[in-house]
C-alpha cells in the first residue's frame, strides 16, 4: 500500500508539474504572437494558424509517412547513439588509458561541423534514412559517451569498497553501487541526446534531400508557404517534448525517488 | 583460529605502511588494533578483508563469511535502510521474505524503529546510520567481523551504547572481530587483547590483554586501565607521545 501511494503520489506530483510547463510553453506562444503582430503573417504567421496549417497537414495522407520516417530516423540515430556512446563510455570511465585514447577521436568527431558529415555520409549511404541516422549517430555519440565517462569516473569508491568487502564480485558491484549513480549522470545526457537526434534528423533530411520533415520543410520553403513550414517545426518540437516527457522524465523519476527523500517539505514540487 | 597474519607487509608507492605483521585472531575474539592515525591500520584492515592485496607475506582465513563496518556508514543512498540491512544477503542470494524478515529482525537487535526501515539514509541521523550500518554487518550472520574505527564520528554517549551493542552482539553470536580505533579507553572497554602499532615503521610494537573480559568490565575499571596503559605504559607512552606532538604541529 505504501509503495502503491508513493508511486500515485509521485505520478500526480508530475502530472501536476506539467502545469509549469504549460505556462512555459504558452510564455513562447504570447511572444510569438508579439512578433507575428508586429513583422506581419509572411514573416511570422500567427501561432493559432500555424496550428490550422499543422491540422490541415495532418489531414493529408502522406502526412503520417512523412512524420513517422522522421520520428522513426531521429529514435534510430538516438538509440544507437545512446547505447553505443554510453557503452563506450562506460568501458572509458572504468579506464584512464581508454579515456586518454578516446577523448582526441572525441574531440576531433566534436570538432568536424555536422555539415560535413552529412556530405560524407551522402557519398556512402545515398540520399536515405542511413545517411540521416550516421550524420545523428556521429553528432550525438559524443554527449552521450561524456555523460558515461563522468558518471562512472566520479563513482563512490568508499561504496564499492564496503560492496567488495560484502563479497560482491565486479558485475555486483557495477550493478549495486555503479548504475544507480551512473543514472544521474546519463538521464541528462540522453536528454541532449534526444534534443540533438531530432534536430540533426531534419537538417540531414533537409540537406540530403532525403524526406521526412526535412524534405517537407524544403518543398513549404519552395512554396514560400511560411505557415506550413512552422507548422513542420511545431510539429518537431512536439514529438521531441512528446519522447522526453512522456518516456525519458517519468523513467528517471521512477529510478531516482530517493532523491526527493533527502528534500525537506514544502520544496518538494 | 578464523584469521592469521604471518610477516605481512604493504608499502604505497614505495613507502612502507605495514612490515612483518603478523597475529592471530581466535574465534569470538575481539582483537582492537589501536595506533596513531596514518599508521596504517585501515590498509592493514583493507588487507585483512581482502579489499588489499599485501605485498609481502601471507594472510591465512578461516572462516566462511566476513562483513565490515567502517568509519563512515557507506550506506547506499537510492536504498532504503532495510534494502541496506539487507545488502548482503542480497548478494547471497536470499529471497525477498527473508531478506525483510532479518531487516526486521536485525533493526529490533540495533534498537532502530520500525517505520525507519522505509526511511532513505538521507533521512536518518548520523547515529542511526551507523546501526544500519552495523545491522547489515550482522545480517549475513558473519564469522568475522572488521571494524575500521565505526564509532569515530559519534558523540560520546553514543559511542557507549554502540560499543555495548558490538560486545553483546559478540558475545551473543560467536563472531571475531578486529576492532580498529585510536581511542584506547574504546579499545580497552570492548576487546580481549590490544595490539598497538608503531607510529612509524608499520610494525607492530607490542600487545596488551586488559584486564577480565569485554561485557565484564565495569567503567571504572576501563577508566583506570587506561590511564595506566597511557601514563606508566612505555608502549603506549610512544605511540601517544607522537600523536600528541603532531597534533600539536598541526594546531
Ligand atoms: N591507496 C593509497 N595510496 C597511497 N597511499 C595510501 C593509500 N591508502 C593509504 N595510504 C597511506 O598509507 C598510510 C596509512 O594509511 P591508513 O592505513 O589509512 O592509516 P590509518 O587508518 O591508521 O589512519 C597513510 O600515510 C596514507 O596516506
Ligand atoms: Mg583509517
Not at chain 1, 1 to 7: D, E, K, S
Not at chain 1, 40 to 69: C, E, K, N
Not at chain 1, 93 to 109: E, K, N, W
Not at chain 2, 155 to 165: H, P, S
Request: proline residues 4%.
Amino acid at each position: 500500500m505504501g509503495a502503491l501511494g508513493a508511486a500515485l503520489g509521485a505520478l500526480g506530483r508530475y502530472l501536476w508539474s506539467g502545469w509549469a510547463g504549460a505556462t512555459g510553453l504558452f510564455c513562447v506562444a504570447a511572444a510569438w504572437q508579439a512578433g507575428h503582430e508586429a513583422y506581419g503573417t509572411f514573416i511570422l504567421p500567427a501561432p493559432l494558424d500555424t496550428l490550422r496549417a499543422l491540422a490541415g497537414l495532418a489531414g493529408s495522407p502522406a502526412f503520417h509517412a512523412v512524420a513517422l520516417d522522421t520520428a522513426l530516423r531521429a529514435l534510430a540515430g538516438f538509440a544507437v547513439a545512446a547505447g553505443c556512446g554510453s557503452l563506450l563510455g562506460v568501458v572509458a570511465g572504468y579506464s584512464f588509458s581508454a579515456i586518454r585514447v578516446l577523448q582526441p577521436i572525441l574531440t576531433l568527431i566534436l570538432g568536424v561541423p555536422p555539415i560535413a558529415w552529412i556530405v560524407l555520409a551522402l557519398i556512402w549511404f545515398g540520399a536515405s534514412g542511413g545517411t540521416v541516422v550516421a550524420t545523428i549517430v556521429i553528432a550525438a555519440v559524443p554527449i552521450a559517451f561524456a555523460g558515461a565517462v563522468e558518471g562512472v569516473a566520479t563513482r563512490d569508491r568508499t561504496l564499492e569498497a564496503m560492496a567488495q568487502a560484502f563479497g560482491a564480485g565486479a558485475l555486483r558491484r557495477f550493478r549495486t553501487v555503479v548504475v544507480p549513480h551512473l543514472v544521474a549522470h546519463l538521464f541528462p545526457a540522453w536528454t541532449t541526446t534526444l534534443g540533438t537526434a531530432f534536430k540533426v534528423a531534419v537538417m540531414a533530411e533537409l540537406l540530403a534531400n532525403a524526406g521526412g520533415v526535412g524534405g517537407a520543410l524544403a518543398r513549404a520553403r519552395a512554396n514560400l508557404d511560411v505557415a506550413e513550414a512552422m507548422a513542420w517545426v511545431v510539429l518537431v518540437v512536439a514529438m521531441l517534448l512528446a519522447v522526453e516527457y512522456g518516456v525519458l522524465h517519468p523513467v528517471r523519476a521512477a529510478l531516482e525517488r530517493w532523491r526527493d527523500a533527502g528534500v525537506p517539505w514544502g520544496v518538494k514540487r | 583460529m578464523r584469521l592469521a597474519f604471518k610477516a605481512v607487509g604493504h608499502s604505497f608507492l614505495g613507502r612502507t605502511v605495514l612490515d612483518g605483521v603478523s597475529f592471530t585472531l581466535a574465534p569470538a575474539e575481539t582483537v582492537a588494533i589501536v595506533g596513531p592515525s596514518g599508521c596504517g591500520k585501515s590498509t592493514l584492515l583493507g588487507i585483512a578483508a581482502g579489499l588489499i592485496e599485501p605485498l609481502r607475506g601471507r594472510v591465512r582465513r578461516e572462516y566462511a563469511r566476513h562483513a565490515a563496518v567502517f568509519q563512515e556508514p557507506r550506506l547506499l543512498p537510492w536504498r532504503t535502510a532495510r534494502d541496506n540491512i539487507a545488502y548482503g544477503l542480497e548478494l547471497r542470494g536470499a529471497g525477498r521474505r527473508e531478506r525483510h524478515e532479518v531487516a526486521a529482525r536485525l533493526a529490533r537487535a540495533v534498537s532502530l524503529a520500525a517505520e525507519d526501515l522505509d526511511k532513505y539514509p538521507v533521512e536518518l541521523s548520523g547515529g542511526m546510520r551507523q546501526r544500519v550500518a552495523f545491522a547489515r554487518a550482522l545480517a549475513i550472520d558473519p564469522e568475522v567481523v572488521y571494524f575500521d574505527e565505526p564509532f569515530t564520528a559519534l558523540d560520546v554517549g553514543l559511542r557507549r551504547t554502540l560499543q555495548d551493542l558490538v560486545v553483546d552482539s559478540a558475545r551473543g553470536r560467536g563472531f571475531a572481530s578486529l576492532f580498529v580505533t585510536h581511542d584506547l579507553l574504546e579499545a580497552v572497554r570492548i576487546a580481549h587483547r590490544v595490539l598497538v602499532l608503531a607510529h612509524r615503521g608499520g610494525r607492530i610494537a607490542g600487545e596488551r590483554a586488559p584486564p577480565g573480559l569485554p561485557g565484564g568490565r565495569d567503567e571504572r575499571l576501563v577508566w583506570e586501565t587506561t590511564e595506566r596503559w597511557r601514563t606508566e605504559d612505555a608502549l603506549f607512552a610512544h605511540v601517544f607521545d607522537a600523536e600528541e606532538r603532531d597534533e600539536r604541529r598541526a594546531a
